[in-house]
């Protein structure tokens, strides 16, 4: 980015599609901007995720000027716009005050000056708005900080962590997501405020949490939640500091929620049941527990040099991908090559056999019931481990076999 950008000459097409939304509220003879996050990645040259639009026309006044319209969030001055096909959030300039809870405003209040709004935003690199002829609007200084990779809050650090304590999660998640540093005056802030974050829902810090972990320099995020003590603060963190720090000194690449989990329970050397207790505190949801434990339980494997067909195919390949990647951050040494191993397998899958269930009943082998059961899952694992070939006569003589008398 040389020198200050004033004007985006060329409008991701995000923007290019949402664009007659800005020009009807305009027309009308009031002001509308694409503010935030898509503002700075546009800027920063990133993939634009959601598009918001700021205007100081009142919520009554937005809903005027459209036919098809929700009131997603209509008490903060927010409405979503459907006359175009993709539903757009149109929010009111606001003011907010009293913040009891450390995350929600007691009392909004509509303006019509932008200034006002941009003023309450977070960080100065989301206090950006961008009007419909790509001119960039930075009141607080965005445009220099984005210039010198850093991330400062808007105003008071101590007055923003105060209205929301998850802006100091956020904070980390930034430096992360985008390589950037917090300045000191923010970062000050969020160490003498990190307590604040016990008063947030422990599913928002979850959210910031798994991004900041998958951002570019996780570790740089992870020191930063050391330096600052919020990691005193997250379920199961606080016992963990030695740990913490060694992970830090290794290169973290992670990109899926899996891999992030799995990664800490190794580490903390978490057995299954102090998995599950874990990830429950985190409210994480159950099809991503099952994994941990089961891509958790392969990267032992994977230190101990003992695994086994078994063991893939127990795990799943999407695991042994997740194992491999968590194991390749913090285990020095070579990796056998266990994708590979796994697309090997005779099978993959219980479906796959050469034999069902129906076929031994009707061979008068077996009767419904436990026993079929267990003679399935026998005949698979004699499959997996090579003791016989997936053949329907050689699973046959094997089921007999397992079932004599």
């Known amino acids: 980015m040389d020198g ?4 985006i000459e060329n ?10 939304i800005l020009r009807k509220i305009e027309s009308a003879g009031y002001e509308a901007y694409f503010v935030g996050g898509s503002v700075r990645d546009t800027i920063l040259k ?51 005050s009293g913040y009891q809870d450390y995350r929600r405003p007691d009392k909004v209040t509509f303006v019509r000056s932008l200034r006002e709004d941009l003023k309450r935003r977070d960080f100065t690199i989301n206090a950006l708005a961008l009007s419909e002829n790509g001119q960039v609007t930075d009141l607080f200084g965005g445009l220099v900080d984005m210039k010198a990779r850093v991330i400062r809050a808007v105003g008071d650090p101590e007055e923003r962590f105060n209205e929301d304590a998850l802006r100091m999660m956020r904070a980390v998640r930034f430096a992360s997501q985008l390589d950037f540093r917090i300045d000191d005056q923010t970062l000050k802030g969020i160490y003498d405020h990190s307590n604040l974050l016990k008063k947030i829902a422990v599913e928002r810090i979850h959210t910031e949490f798994i991004k900041m972990m998958m951002g570019q320099d996780a570790g740089n995020g992870l020191s930063l939640m050391l330096k600052t003590r919020l990691y005193r603060y997250i379920p199961e963190f606080g016992d963990h500091f030695e740990t913490l720090v060694e992970l830090v000194k290794t290169p973290i690449r992670l990109i899926n929620e899996v891999q992030v989990w799995s990664l800490f329970a190794a580490s903390f050397q978490f ?30 494997r994977i230190q101990a040099q003992t695994v086994n067909n078994l063991d893939l195919y127990h795990a799943g390949r999407q695991n042994v991908q997740n194992a491999v990647a968590v194991a390749e951050n913090y285990l020095n040494e070579s990796l056998p090559d266990l994708i590979k191993a796994y697309d090997n397998l005779p099978i993959t899958s219980r479906k796959q056999l050469e034999i069902t269930g129906g076929e031994l ?26 003791k016989v070939r997936n053949r329907r006569s ?12």
């Open 4 to 7: 200050d950008i004033v004007r």
């Open 271 to 300: 057995q299954r049941s102090q998995i599950e207790t874990f990830l429950k505190k985190w409210k994480t949801a159950n099809k991503i527990i099952n994994d941990v434990i089961l891509t958790t339980d392969l990267i032992f």
């Open 11 to 20: 409008m991701p097409s995000e923007f290019e599609k949402a664009l007659p």
């Open 394 to 405: 050689e699973l046959m003589t094997e089921a007999i076999s397992l079932n004599k008398e």
């Open 46 to 96: 990133r993939p634009i995720h959601d598009v918001d639009i700021a205007t100081s026309a009142y919520p009554s006044e937005v809903k005027g000027l459209f036919k098809r319209t929700v009131d997603t969030g209509i008490e903060h001055g927010t409405v979503m716009i459907l006359d175009h096909g993709t539903g757009y959030e149109v929010t009111t300039f606001r003011t907010e």
């Open 361 to 386: 009943i009707k061979q008068g082998i077996l009767k419904p019931g436990p026993q079929l059961g267990k003679t399935l899952t026998d005949l698979e694992k004699a499959v997996v481990i090579g």
